[in-house]
C-alpha cells in the first residue's frame, strides 16, 4: 500500500554510517531502555491508533497531510491489533487448507468490553458477522472499501476525529477551527509536545541504540507500531530529525523490517500473528 522513501538529497544508504553506529551501540542500553520505556509516561497510555494518528498530525497545524491516503486503512489495522494484543481477538488455527494468514479468519475470544468506543464497536461487528471474515476483508470492511452495500454497515466513521477527541480528553491535542477559503475546518493542534517527542524517541531508538535485529526480540507494541506507521506512511515524520547518517541507518532497518516474509514470522514462537496478519494485507494491497 506504501513504499518506505527516502529524501531526494539523501541517495546512497549509508552502509559506512551503519557500521559507526553498530560499533557503538551497547547492549547494556536495551536493557536499561526498556526499564526507562517501561516507567514512562506511566499517566497516558494510548492505543495503537492514538499513537498513529499522533505521529501523522502536523504539530501546530494539527491535521494530517491532505495527500496521505494510506492512514484510514492504517487506523483500522491498528484496531486489530489492538484487539488482538488485548486478548479480544484472535486467528483461527491453522489447518491444511487454510496455512496462510491472509486466509484464516478472525474469531472472537472474548466479548468483554475494553473501555475503548471504537474498539468495543468492532469487536461488536467482528462477533455478529457469519460467516466470519479475514484480516484483509476486515480492514477493507471497517474503511468501506466494500462493493457489497450489505457490508456498509460495518464501515468505521468518523475514526480520525474520534481517535484525535480521545487525545484531547487525555491532554495531548486541542481542537480549533481553521478557515480554508471555501470551507472551515476542525484541526487538533499538539499541546503536549512531550508526549510526542517521547513516543518518536522511542522508535527512533528501536532501530537505533536499542535494535535488536530480531522483530521477535522486540516489544510487541513498537513492533506493531512500527508496521502501522509504514502502512499508514508516517513512518517519514519519525525519522525526519535524526541526522542524515542515522536517516539512512533508521530507514534501512526499518525497511528490512517490513519486507521479512510475514507467513515466516508469524509461525516463529512467541509471535504476534495479528501483527504479522495485517502487515501481510496491507503488502497485498
Not at 492512514?71 to 483500522?76: D, K, V, W
Not at 484487539?83 to 484464516?104: H, N, Q, S, W
Not at 499538539?190 to 517527542?197: A, L, M, P, S, Y
Not at 502501522?228 to 539512512?248: I, M, P, R
Amino acid at each position: 500500500m506504501t513504499t518506505l522513501t527516502h529524501r531526494n538529497r539523501r541517495t546512497e544508504v549509508g552502509k559506512n554510517s551503519e557500521k559507526k553506529l553498530e560499533n557503538e551501540e551497547d547492549t547494556d542500553q536495551e536493557k536499561n531502555a526498556d526499564l526507562a520505556d517501561s516507567g514512562a509516561s506511566k499517566d497516558i497510555r494510548l492505543t495503537l491508533m492514538e499513537e498513529v494518528l499522533l505521529l501523522g498530525l502536523k504539530d501546530k497545524e494539527g491535521y494530517t497531510s491532505f495527500w496521505n491516503d494510506c492512514i484510514s486503512s492504517g487506523l483500522r489495522g491498528g484496531i486489530l491489533i489492538e484487539l488482538a494484543m488485548r486478548g479480544r481477538i484472535c486467528l483461527e488455527p491453522p489447518t491444511m487448507r487454510k496455512k496462510r494468514l491472509l486466509d484464516r479468519k478472525v474469531l472472537v475470544k472474548t466479548d468483554s468490553p475494553t473501555g475503548d468506543i471504537l474498539l468495543d464497536e468492532t469487536l461488536r461487528h467482528i462477533k455478529a458477522t457469519e460467516p466470519n471474515e479475514t484480516v484483509q476483508t476486515w480492514i477493507e470492511l471497517l474503511t468501506g472499501e466494500t462493493w457489497n452495500p450489505f457490508k456498509l454497515q460495518y464501515q468505521l466513521r468518523n475514526v480520525r476525529e474520534r481517535i484525535a477527541k480521545n487525545l484531547v480528553e487525555k491532554g495531548i491535542l486541542t481542537t480549533e477551527k481553521q478557515n480554508f477559503l471555501l470551507f472551515d475546518m476542525t484541526t487538533h493542534p499538539v499541546t503536549n509536545t512531550t508526549e510526542k517527542q517521547r513516543l518518536v524517541k522511542k522508535l527512533q531508538d528501536s532501530v537505533l541504540e536499542r535494535w535488536v535485529n530480531d522483530p521477535q526480540r522486540m516489544d510487541k507494541r513498537t513492533l506493531a507500531l512500527l508496521v502501522l506507521a509504514h502502512s499508514s506512511d508516517v513512518l517519514e515524520n519519525v525519522f525526519s530529525s535524526l541526522t542524515d547518517d542515522k536517516y539512512d541507518v533508521a530507514m534501512n532497518r526499518a525497511k528490512d523490517l517490513v519486507e521479512l516474509d510475514p507467513e515466516v514470522e508469524g509461525t516463529k514462537h512467541s509471535a504476534t500473528e495479528m501483527i504479522w496478519a495485517v502487515l501481510a494485507a496491507f503488502n497485498k494491497s
